[in-house]
């Protein structure tokens, strides 16, 4: 299938031919989490500069065509990483500190070279778990793992 975008500031069409995309990947990336209001509310809500707010803004109306479709793909990213700051806090947050961490270790002169590729992955990933960890003790989580885990049951059998 044909899938194209442009980019906002040039006007640059990019084109591309892809195997993967199929009708039941254009009915995944149609379905939304969150309402336009509520994205909207939580980048509002961040504190981060006007700019950036705008920045964001503008990133949630970026669009593709795949076939006859288009995908608002802007939006669905958005929204997936709403989602997944609303579902799990700690876990999102342990991530941006251990990325955070790592870039600090990177601009450190010569041993930033040399450690910074290697301890950014690592701070990342322990900074996901540990949040991750805190989200589980969580008893809504708790609750919300049981109900998927119920769903996948007849797996089991």
Known sequence: MKVSAQNIESGKEFQIESDGVNGDFLEKMSVFKMSDEKIKELIGN???????????????????????????????????????????????????????????VSTIPILGVLLGPLLAPIAIFLGLTS???????????????????????????
């Open 131 to 157: 949040g991750f960890y805190q989200d589980i003790k969580d008893k809504n989580l708790a609750r919300r793992v049981a109900e998927i885990n119920a769903e996948f049951s007849p797996l089991n059998a």
């Open 46 to 104: 961040l504190n981060i500069s006007a700019d950036a707010k705008s920045l964001l803004y503008s990133f949630s109306k970026a669009t593709i065509i795949a076939g006859k479709k288009i995908i608002n793909i802007g939006k669905k990213i958005i929204d997936f990483i709403c989602y997944l700051f609303e579902e799990y806090p700690s876990a999102t947050f342990g991530m941006i500190f251990g990325a955070i961490a790592g870039v600090l």
